[in-house]
C-alpha cells in the first residue's frame, strides 16, 4: 500500500466526523488492515492504517491519533523501532500485536512504553475491549455544561507524596520538582500505589487500578511497567527507591 493509499483511506474512513476517536493501524498485512478498519469504524472509530512503521512515523508525530495499534514484524521499521521512536516526543496511547510464542517481544513492548499488548492470533473483541478501556482512561476531563472549564487539580485529587506530586487531571507527574512523563498505564499503577503509602498491592490490585474491565493480563505486565516506573523516576534522581518489590506479595510505595 503506497502512501498515497493510506492517505485516501485514512480520509474515507474518518468521513469527516469532527468528534470521532481516531486508531492509528501499523501492520504490513493488508488483510488485518481491512479486518480492524471495518471493526473498528462498525463501533464509531475514524481509522487510519500504514503497512509500515516508517511511513507512520511521521504521520503519527504530526497528526497524533486517539490510539495507535503496531504490529511487531514489519518491513523498514519494525514496531519495536517504531515505538522506541515515538516514545522520544509523544506518550500516545500504543498496543502492541505480538506472536503467541515470543514473550521476549511482550516484555521488550512493554519496557519501552506499550500500554498494553495482544498476542496474534487475537481476538477482535478483545482487541477492541482493550481500545476501549485505554481510551477512556486517556481521556481528558470534559468542561462542565455551562461551558466552564474542568475543575482545577486541587479538586479532582492531587496526590502529594514526599518528592511525588501527581496531577491526575492534567495527568502530570513531577519528582522533587522535575516532570516525568507516563503513559496511561504507568501513571494509574503509580497512582494505585502512591494513593495509600505503605500498603501493600498484589499484582492483581494493580491490574485491576490499570485494566478495570475485568480485562485479563499476566503477572509480567505489571513487573514490565514497574521496571518502566523506576527507570523512569531514577533518570531525574538517581537514587529513587519509592517503589518497593516486597517478593511473593507485590509492590509498595514508600514517601519516606
Given at each position: ?59 503519527l508525530q504530526s497528526n497524533p491519533p486517539d490510539l495507535a495499534v503496531f504490529d511487531i514484524k514489519m518491513p523498514r521499521m519494525d514496531g519495536m523501532e517504531l515505538l ?173
Amino acid at each position: 500500500m503506497t502512501q498515497t493509499d493510506q492517505d485516501d483511506a485514512a480520509v474515507k474512513a474518518e468521513g469527516g466526523a469532527e468528534n470521532q476517536r481516531v486508531i492509528a493501524l501499523v501492520d504490513d498485512d493488508r488483510n488485518i488492515l481491512t479486518t480492524l478498519s471495518i471493526a473498528l469504524q462498525a463501533e464509531g472509530y475514524a481509522t487510519r492504517v500504514y503497512s509500515d512503521g516508517e511511513a507512520a512515523l511521521a504521520a503519527l508525530q504530526s497528526n497524533p491519533p486517539d490510539l495507535a495499534v503496531f504490529d511487531i514484524k514489519m518491513p523498514r521499521m519494525d514496531g519495536m523501532e517504531l515505538l522506541q521512536r515515538l516514545r522520544a516526543t509523544s506518550d500516545l496511547p500504543v498496543i502492541f500485536l505480538t506472536s503467541k510464542d515470543q514473550e521476549e517481544d511482550e516484555e521488550a513492548g512493554l519496557a519501552m512504553g506499550a500500554d498494553d499488548y495482544i498476542a496474534k492470533p487475537f481476538s477482535q473483541r478483545l482487541l477492541l475491549a482493550r481500545i476501549r478501556t485505554i481510551l477512556r482512561r486517556a481521556a481528558p476531563l470534559e468542561p462542565t455544561a455551562d461551558g466552564a472549564p474542568a475543575p482545577a487539580a486541587s479538586d479532582t485529587g492531587m496526590i502529594v507524596r514526599g518528592r511525588l506530586c501527581m496531577d491526575p487531571a492534567r495527568h502530570q507527574v513531577t519528582w522533587g520538582g522535575d516532570n516525568v512523563s507516563l503513559t496511561v498505564t504507568e501513571f494509574l499503577i503509580l497512582e494505585a500505589l502512591a494513593q495509600r503509602p505503605g500498603v501493600i498491592k498484589s499484582r492483581n490490585q494493580l491490574m485491576d487500578a490499570a485494566y478495570p474491565d475485568d480485562v485479563f493480563v499476566d503477572d509480567r505486565t505489571v513487573d514490565s511497567h514497574i521496571k518502566r516506573l523506576r527507570r523512569k523516576f531514577r533518570a531525574v534522581d538517581g537514587e529513587f527507591g519509592a517503589i518497593e518489590t516486597l517478593y511473593g506479595a507485590g509492590y509498595s510505595f514508600s514517601d519516606g
